[in-house]
């Protein structure tokens, strides 16, 4: 019988396939049955969760794969989708009888449906569109139903190229330019279609079997593990940003910490990437629905040459404004990536508090030092240790941890880095797939900082960093401020398949594999809720697309017995102070109240999740947002870095009719220097929270003995 289905499944695809002429069919190799097999066998009895590989995991595999192809449900018609759906409790079979047929007549119809589309969408460059018709675009499909005909799918994928060309056309372009500029993009898809390879359908199979299990587990092919390997070292000399793809867009999914793309303070996770220009008036490529290797290809080059990116902000709505960012391409060393420090003054009435702010962009330590015996081994601890050491001798009231950002890193110096604040006791909890529970203890005595203390986070921090966070507010050692962080609580490991084979030569690919799940040491894990800030701070972070809770199938959030620890202190008496304080000071602070603006209009665009297709409607949202901005900046005035705001800011791609290229690499730097002394809302915020918790420490030497250790 499931023989039969699997017939009559493939024979139906067949059918489809022929329909027109596409890009050959691609067909399973060998080695990847093998290769899926042996995941198969691992992923079932030694993650941190087993899961049977049966028909219940194989709908997940099923879902998973359908959303990796086509998640925004532009490409696929609800009769492909039905008759996929002998195929959704065959997933499993597939894999165990390593016949890998069912998996790539699923792409291959569905590259078939790709190459119609994008044929279509260049047929439509040929009329152009009229603008005075009222109707609307829904530009995030992926709750939306699949089209059920191909009039329904050609409507919106007329509604999709008009979209596209309205916004260039509100960018200033002509009809001409805008054709070309489209034609290009849509012939650049299809070229792409053409090189996808047999591994490449392998690739996204077998990763969307391991994130069924849990989103961090994954499936690397060869040349997936060899890729991974090279950006690595080529991401030394570049940008620094780690990149991947999302309906179309190339997006920004980490920055590295002292990489120009970080130090440039312009750009940051979940900005889309749509253009890259080579050198100061180089003409803008379109990137849209490229391959991320390909668009990472052209963003990588020679060091000290000019890369120019065309970016549209992640708290932009797919019509917000774009972004022209010059970077100057670097050498990202171990140094550039250190802890930093300043010192920040806050004036409270006749007093003025001294608050050393210390940035620390990962959990960093050479390994390689340490082991080879080296003393003077670099570290995260060792270096923020030195800065505390520093901002005592300055005299700073209180001392800010800013997180923001750091995706985390050594477990073993969060550990430490904890033990300079407190005095010494457990830090974390690991537990292994067994159920044993390891405690992780920093065993030093003593504290290099014992006074107020601050630790400022935001979605961006994870891993290392919540378990710092966690750490230091179960302590209640200091106030964490911000807003909830990322949520990853989870340990992974590199599974080789080769090695377990006895290969050669590497033909299988490896596993990424959670082992472990952190807790804190009250018994809570920082697994999928994260850390929930003592104050929380306006965050422009969509949380629905960002972080653990954005997973489906992400871990659930646990409790198990809490570690044997005593706290340092008690906060509770004082938050509900700092936060009345915080409420009063950014109802009178305009930057808050513009921020605040912005981000429920972005809440509003993204719960509307229409975009009128009207030019005169567009032009004249354009005109409310543009004398918006207008007026904020007169009643902003200096904003204390010698320039106006306007100035300070990086400079914007409105829709006024300037094109990619009219730019001038001074002026970038010129706007880049300013808005890095431009004021930070949220840092400036939170160092007065930190100064407000000083000033009532201070003030009362009981509180303070009941508070501080």
């Known amino acids: 019988m499931k023989n039969k289905l699997l017939w009559i499944f493939l024979a139906f695809t067949s059918v489809a396939l022929n329909t027109t002429q596409a890009a050959q069919k691609i067909m399973p190799l060998p080695q990847q049955s093998e290769a899926a097999h042996l995941s198969a066998e691992i992923l079932s009895k030694y993650p941190y969760k087993p899961v049977a590989l049966d028909d219940s995991l194989s709908s997940k595999i099923f879902d998973l794969y359908l959303k990796s192809l086509d998640g925004e449900k532009i490409f696929l018609l609800k009769s492909d989708i039905d008759s996929f759906a002998n195929a959704r409790t065959r997933l499993d079979d597939a894999i165990l009888d390593e016949d890998l047929s069912v998996p790539f007549a699923m792409f291959n119809l569905y590259q078939q449906r790709m190459t119609e589309r994008f044929s279509y969408a260049r047929s439509l460059l040929k009329n152009g569109f009229n603008f005075k018709r009222h109707e609307s675009y829904q530009y995030i499909r992926k709750d939306a139903p699949w089209p059920k005909s191909e009039d329904e799918l050609n409507d919106l994928w007329r509604k999709r190229v008009k979209s596209d060309w309205l916004r260039l056309k509100l960018a200033g372009k002509n009809d001409e330019s805008i054709a070309d500029t489209l034609g290009k993009r849509y012939e650049n898809s299809l070229s792409n279609l053409s090189k996808v390879k047999s591994e490449d359908v392998f690739q996204i199979f077998m990763n969307a079997y391991a994130m069924a299990i849990d989103p961090h587990t994954n499936f690397f092919g060869v040349r997936a593990s060899e890729e991974f390997d090279i950006s690595m070292r080529l991401s030394l000399v570049g940008i620094g940003a780690a990149l991947n793809n999302k309906d179309e867009y190339t997006v920004i999914r980490e920055l590295l910490a002292g990489g120009p793309a970080a130090l440039s303070g312009k750009l940051k996770a979940g900005d889309r990437i749509v253009g890259v220009g080579q050198g100061e008036n180089g003409p803008i490529t379109d990137i849209m629905g490229w391959r991320i290797d390909d668009a990472v290809a052209l963003m990588r080059g020679p060091e000290n040459t000019v890369v120019v990116l065309d970016v549209l902000p992640a708290e932009a709505g797919a019509d917000g404004k774009h972004k022209l960012i010059s970077l100057v391409r670097k050498k990202i060393s171990l140094d550039k990536q250190a802890a930093t420090k300043s010192i920040i003054d806050v004036k409270d009435g006749g007093v003025t508090r001294h608050i050393g702010v210390i940035s620390l962009p990962g959990f960093y330590q050479d390994f390689s030092a340490r082991q080879n015996g080296d003393k003077d081994f670099k570290s995260a601890t060792r270096d923020v240790s030195r800065l505390l050491e520093e901002l ?302 000083a000033n009532l420490l201070y003030a009362s030497p009981k509180l303070a003995t009941s508070i501080l250790p």
Do not use: C
Not at 553 to 578: E, F, H
Not at 602 to 616: A, G, H, P, V
């Open 392 to 693: 005592k001798k300055d005299k700073v009231d209180g001392v800010l941890m800013d997180l923001r950002n750091n995706g985390g890193g050594s477990l073993n110096e969060a550990i430490e880095l904890t033990g300079l604040f407190i005095n010494k006791g457990p830090v974390v909890q690991e537990r292994d797939a067994k159920g044993n529970v390891k405690v992780e203890s920093d065993d030093n005595a003593g504290h290099v900082w014992n006074g107020p203390l601050g630790v400022l986070i935001n979605r961006g921090s994870a891993s290392a960093s919540e378990i710092f966070a966690a750490a230091i507010q179960d302590y209640g050692r200091g106030v964490v401020i911000g807003g909830k962080s990322f949520g990853k609580g989870t340990v992974q490991t590199i599974v080789d398949l080769d090695k377990i084979a006895k290969n050669d030569k590497p033909k299988l690919g490896e596993l990424k594999m959670t082992i472990a799940q952190f807790f804190r040491i009250n018994g809570g894990t920082t697994q999928l809720r994260g850390i929930t800030p003592d104050i929380a701070l306006e965050t422009a972070t969509d949380m629905e697309d960002f972080g653990e809770s954005s997973y489906d199938n992400a871990l659930p959030w646990m409790q198990i017995k809490a570690a044997d620890y005593r706290p340092a202190g008690d906060l509770t008496s004082i938050v509900p102070k700092l936060i009345t304080n915080h409420d009063k000071r950014v109802s009178q602070d305009k930057d808050f109240q513009y921020l605040r603006e912005d981000l429920a209009e972005f809440s509003t665009l993204r719960k509307k999740n229409l975009i009128s297709l009207n030019e005169e409607d567009r032009r004249k949202e354009r005109e409310m947002r543009e004398a918006r901005d207008k007026l904020r900046e007169e009643n902003k005035g200096d904003n204390g870095s010698g320039k106006t705001p306007a100035e300070a800011r990086s400079r914007t791609l409105q829709d006024d009719g300037m094109l990619p290229g009219e730019r001038n690499l001074k002026a970038d730097l010129a706007i880049e220097k300013a808005n890095k002394n431009a004021k930070d809302i949220l840092l400036n915020e939170a160092v007065h929270i930190l100064s407000d918790e």
